[in-house]
């Protein structure tokens, strides 16, 4: 179905003749980029041939066939004539409906169109309406939602880039708004040409922040400045989203399928797992609430007594969720309670009530019309939070009717649990015990409910479809996560094979658990460094006690990032000494400041760029303001006399690049008397590794950044909504970058490490290793896996998968190895 919105209508319009009236329904769709202006004299020629007139004042002017290469994309719009204007003898035309259609997406347009004709009344109104919402609805069946209100910017503002992975959804906009309510000056948050009220979550969210977004906060009161600050830092440190961690796929991956199965259904892993049982199928009745009257004391006392109630429910689940699963999976029904304290709706309810409205009626008016709202929003993670509002928007409902909240489900039998969608409310009341797995027709992988489902551990598909909906209670199954795959009706063979992949599974990450000090050494002898990444002195005992044989990456940018001003070399010395003592001997590697790209720190006032990420970032910023970078060296030199530690310079570039920072830190090293350490570089551009046979002539090691290093290398923002899930590390043309690098490291007897996130995928280790890799540091939850993996294969079989994999033409053909 194609868009109509109010900027392809134009009312109120008097042409002077028919071609003029053709003219301005062209320029339409000129001004929204549908067609080019040649098309508009490809209308005018159509009349020569053809009468566009449809009849009851309509007219539908379009192009000649043979000049659809003008049309850049199919769109309508349309011109209302309230005086008539005289289109071929004995025609007055009201409405001019320009087509400009590539292909047949307009047919339900005309479809609607000759319903319409057969309605004088509406045709009639049409003619004379003064609300464009009034076409749109005819012509395409749904009336747009309320645009949200453009309010101007206070004088103060600031500009900010929006880093969190997938945009400002709930639980960063709680952050936000919790923050916000924290100071007396108003805030507004303005992203394009709609603006919200930084103090309501609901007006954050009808916004449609996506990630990499620039948004406008603007502030006016006595405390504008210092709220303006705050919420700076909080946007640059991500708003306390936690990033996901993806769980480790040795003990948690296989290449097992089935024989024989009567139906296979495919969505998209949620949580992986692999489960076999039966299916019980969840229906939740959805409340709905007829129009009635109400008295308005009585009504409103009775909603007020509902938010209340729920707001106790949700601090239960809040406690019990955190208890469960951690704080940063709580936090998701934190931002369900910030719902229950928004300003706007809460107000918009109580207006309608006062209009003598019942109290279910009038919330269910306000939830459904914001739902529609989030719905139609064009990131699919921010949409998705529609869920979480009609959650809160039915708990509140029932305590309102005095109905009993949903038990959880419970089935007789340990069963797949299958439904249109679940809730987090739900999801966070399933039993492990009784629950071994789910799949949902509809939600996404970003959704809440997966989240939860990955912290219980159960396999999870979300976006089946609705066919899943049609699977009989009780039906066999096997569920598989890792491949997004619920397999009706298995033999029973296969329901043995399952099993046996099931055992297997399970003994892989219980001796990757029980053996993660063990050195991850291949059957033949080589061994591998196993590492971790981490951010501050705080994550270093979490990491040894998993099995990491040192620090690969540290950081240091978090110690910038989480704070109003820099730190000072005293507060950063102290904070490089305790990751020295704290790992007791292991090997450190300390990145200097990496700021720039999708890390900003607001209080360093850096200019704006266009494009951050081919600005002044990594070691570049760091020559280019000494105040950071030389106190930051004397710390790390101060700690190297505790304990071993090197030193990585980020983003270098160019020879120039290298050779500067040296100079520095080799001038402050005898500045201080401090020890010698090993000064390596990061390897994260394509320069970098088409002259690694040079650097490797300067550096003492190198490490690979496998998340820049890639999108530079595709040219894909890694951020970027609709190319994320395309920059994938193990592509032929990143691992001929790494084997590159490597072959000139080896040639001049340094050694290469990778940090980026393809180190972590045990897919990714085997390449890596086969390549001739030393050392890989990986995020935390992964190392026991990643060891595991290494061990269980000999060094010559990585080395023969290495070679087929650079010979590949695409990803999907490395991964398929």
Request: charge should be negative; glycine fraction near 8%; hydrophobic fraction near 45%.
């Amino acid at each position: 179905m194609i868009q109509l919105t109010q900027n392809l209508i134009q009312l109120n319009a008097q042409p002077a003749n028919k071609e003029a009236a053709i003219r301005l329904v062209g320029q339409l769709l000129v001004a929204n980029d549908n067609i080019l202006p040649g098309y508009v004299n490809s209308m005018l020629g159509r009349e020569k041939v053809a009468n566009t007139y449809l009849g009851n004042g309509i007219s539908i002017p379009h192009g000649l066939p043979q000049d659809r290469e003008l049309i850049k994309e199919t769109g309508i719009a349309v011109l209302q004539i309230p005086g008539g204007v005289t289109w071929n003898d004995g025609e007055t035309v009201h409405l001019a409906v320009g087509i400009a259609a590539k292909s047949d997406e307009h047919i339900e347009v005309l479809r609607r169109l000759t319903r319409v004709l057969g309605d004088k009344e509406l045709v009639a109104r049409l003619h004379q309406t003064d609300d464009a919402g009034d076409i749109i609805e005819a012509l395409t069946g749904e009336r747009p939602s309320p645009a949200i209100p453009v309010l101007p910017d206070f004088d103060q503002y600031v500009d900010l880039v929006v880093q969190n992975k997938t945009g400002l959804h709930a639980r960063p906009a709680t952050h936000f708004v919790e923050l916000a309510r924290q100071f007396q000056a108003e805030i507004r948050v303005r992203h394009g040409q709609e603006t919200a009220d930084g103090k309501s979550m609901m007006s954050l969210l009808q916004l449609g922040v996506e990630s990499g977004a620039t948004i406008r906060i603007s502030a006016q009161g006595a405390d504008g400045t210092e709220a303006l600050a705050a919420l700076q830092t909080a946007v640059a440190a991500g708003l306390g989203d936690e990033e996901e961690e993806s769980a480790p796929a040795v003990g948690g991956d296989h290449d097992w399928q089935p024989i024989s199965v009567g139906t296979i259904i495919e969505g998209i892993t949620a949580a992986n797992g692999l489960t076999i049982g039966v299916v019980r199928q969840h229906t939740v009745q959805k409340l709905v609430v007829e129009e009635t009257p109400g008295d308005p004391l009585v009504e409103g006392d009775r909603f007020q007594n509902a938010l209340t109630a729920a707001q106790a429910d949700l601090d239960a689940l809040y406690e019990e969720v955190k208890t469960r699963f951690g704080s940063g999976k709580a936090a998701i029904f934190r931002a369900h309670s910030e719902f229950l304290n928004d300003p706007t709706l809460i107000q918009a309810t109580i207006r309608t009530i006062f209009d003598r409205r019942s109290a279910a009626w009038a919330w269910q008016q306000e939830i459904n019309e914001r739902v529609a709202q989030i719905q139609k929003l064009d990131d699919p993670v921010l949409a998705g939070r529609a869920v979480d509002l009609s959650d809160v928007g039915q708990r509140v409902l029932r305590h309102i009717l005095e109905l009993p909240q949903p038990k959880p489900v419970t089935p007789e039998f340990p069963a797949v649990l299958i439904a249109e969608d679940l809730s987090p409310s739900d999801t966070a009341a399933l039993d492990p015990d009784s629950i071994l797995g789910f799949v949902t027709a509809l939600g996404g992988p970003t959704s809440h409910s997966a989240i939860i489902a990955r912290s219980m551990g159960i396999p999870a598909i979300v976006a089946a479809g609705p066919l899943v909906l049609n699977v009989a209670d009780g039906a066999p199954c096997i569920l598989d996560g890792y491949h997004g795959k619920l397999y009706l009706d298995p033999s029973d063979e296969d329901v043995r094979a399952a099993r046996r992949v099931q055992r297997d599974l399970q003994r892989q990450q219980e001796t990757a658990s029980a053996t993660r000090f063990e050195a991850a050494t291949t059957t033949d002898g080589y061994r591998v460094e196993v590492a971790a990444n981490v951010n501050r002195a705080a994550d270093v005992a979490k990491a040894v006690e998993t099995g990491a044989e040192g620090v690969g990456l540290m950081r240091t940018e978090f110690l910038f990032l989480e704070r109003k001003a820099v730190p000072t070399e005293e507060e950063q010395f102290v904070e490089y000494r305790a990751m020295v003592q704290a790992l007791n001997g292991r090997p450190l590697i300390i990145r200097t400041l990496d700021i720039g790209g999708d890390k900003e720190v607001p209080y360093l006032n850096l200019p704006k760029e266009d494009n951050a990420f081919l600005g002044i970032r990594g070691i570049r910023l760091c020559l280019a303001r000494p105040d950071l970078f030389e106190p930051q060296l004397r710390a790390i030199y101060r700690a190297a006399a505790y304990g071993p530690l090197k030193i990585m310079f980020p983003m270098v570039a160019t020879l120039g690049d290298f050779t500067q920072a040296r100079e520095v830190a080799e001038s402050i090293r005898q500045e201080l008397g401090a020890p010698v350490v090993e000064l390596g570089m990061m390897v994260e551009v394509p320069s970098a590794a088409v002259l690694a046979d040079q650097f490797a002539q300067e550096v003492d090691f190198f490490s690979i950044g496998t998340n820049d290093l890639t999108q530079y290398v595709l040219a894909m923002d890694r951020l970027h909504p609709q190319l994320a899930k395309r920059t994938d590390a193990l592509h032929p043309a990143v691992l001929r970058m790494i084997d590159q690098t490597v072959k000139a490291a080896s040639k001049a007897g340094k050694w290469v490490g990778v940090c980026g996130g393809v180190a972590g995928d045990p897919k990714g280790a085997i390449i890596l290793t086969g390549l001739g890799v030393s050392e890989l540091s990986v995020s935390v939850p992964s190392i026991p896996a990643i060891k595991a993996q290494i061990r269980s294969l000999s060094l010559a079989e990585m080395q023969a998968m290495a070679q087929q994999a650079l010979q590949c033409r695409t990803a999907a053909e490395v991964r398929a190895l």
